[in-house]
């Protein structure tokens, strides 16, 4: 596939949870990408993987996808929350799920 041609159902093909001890390298690269648990995460990651520039700058500019900080990092360190993540190189997208009430 080329750039600009991905759809949901690729990105969500490759979408898998991963642990903190697995994306903690990825950070110390700077690579990390956080979407707030209010947005869809295969949206995201497709509208990064087709360079889709006006949805990621709104995103950005209402905080809610940024890279991932070290007060949030330290958090997920210490908490191991249920985090999801695909890779739209050079970007690790990663999303903490949200706890379903009730469970």
């Known amino acids: 596939m080329t750039k600009g041609n991905y759809t949901?159902?690729?990105?969500?093909?490759?979408?898998?949870?991963?642990?903190?001890?697995?994306l903690e390298k990825h950070f110390?690269?700077?690579?990390?990408?956080?979407?707030?648990?209010?947005?869809d995460l295969v949206e995201v990651a497709t509208c990064f993987a087709n360079d889709d520039k006006p949805a990621a700058e709104q995103w950005?500019?209402?905080?809610?996808?940024?890279?991932l900080d070290m007060q949030t990092a330290k958090d997920w360190?210490?908490?191991d929350?249920?985090?999801?993540a695909v890779v739209v190189a050079p970007w690790v997208?990663?999303?903490e799920r949200r706890r379903e009430s009730g469970r």
């Open 8 to 22: 949901p159902q690729d990105l969500h093909a490759q979408t898998a949870p991963i642990a903190w001890q697995e």
């Open 77 to 79: 360190a210490a908490r």
């Open 60 to 67: 950005i500019a209402a905080g809610q996808v940024q890279h």
């Open 81 to 84: 929350p249920e985090l999801w």
């Open 28 to 39: 110390a690269r700077g690579v990390v990408v956080r979407v707030d648990s209010d947005l």
């Open 93 to 95: 997208i990663v999303q």
